[in-house]
């Protein structure tokens, strides 16, 4: 069984760095595609952005150009978000996913596989 895990959430002040990373483990990381989503009290669960499987391709919501990056280790079997000129707006709890597959695209019904979830606060 597939299981992600993120870390590496926290508080920081606005124009402040963070760097998520998600931890695969139970299935073949390099068949799945994965991304980032976040969530805020209230609202649907949001895609940031996603990579894929192989070639490394990466697609972002418009929010996150620009600032955030996605990155891959098939070795490690880790994704990672670094966010970057963090602003008030970006808190939320982030979750790591993956999708089989090969594009970085994805929406929350086509995720096959959710971590728990970390919480990222970025103060005024």
């Known amino acids: 069984q597939v299981q992600l895990v993120e870390s590496g959430g926290g508080l920081v002040q606005a124009g402040g760095s963070l760097r998520l990373s998600c931890k695969f483990s139970?299935?073949?990381?390099?068949?799945?595609?994965m991304g980032w989503f976040r969530q805020t009290p209230g609202k649907e669960r949001e895609f940031v952005g996603g990579?894929?499987?192989?070639?490394?391709?990466?697609v972002y919501e418009n929010s996150a150009k620009g600032r955030f990056t996605i990155s891959r280790d098939n070795y490690k079997m880790m994704a990672y978000l670094q966010m970057n000129s963090l602003k008030p707006e970006d808190t939320s709890v982030y979750f790591c996913?993956?999708?089989?597959?090969?594009?970085?695209?994805?929406?929350?019904?086509?995720?096959?596989?959710w971590g728990q979830g970390t919480q990222v606060t970025v103060s005024s």
């Open positions: 996913a993956a999708k089989s597959g090969y594009y970085p695209q994805m929406t929350s019904r086509s995720v096959d596989y």
């Open positions: 139970g299935g073949t990381f390099a068949l799945h595609s």
């Open positions: 990579i894929s499987r192989v070639s490394n391709e990466t």
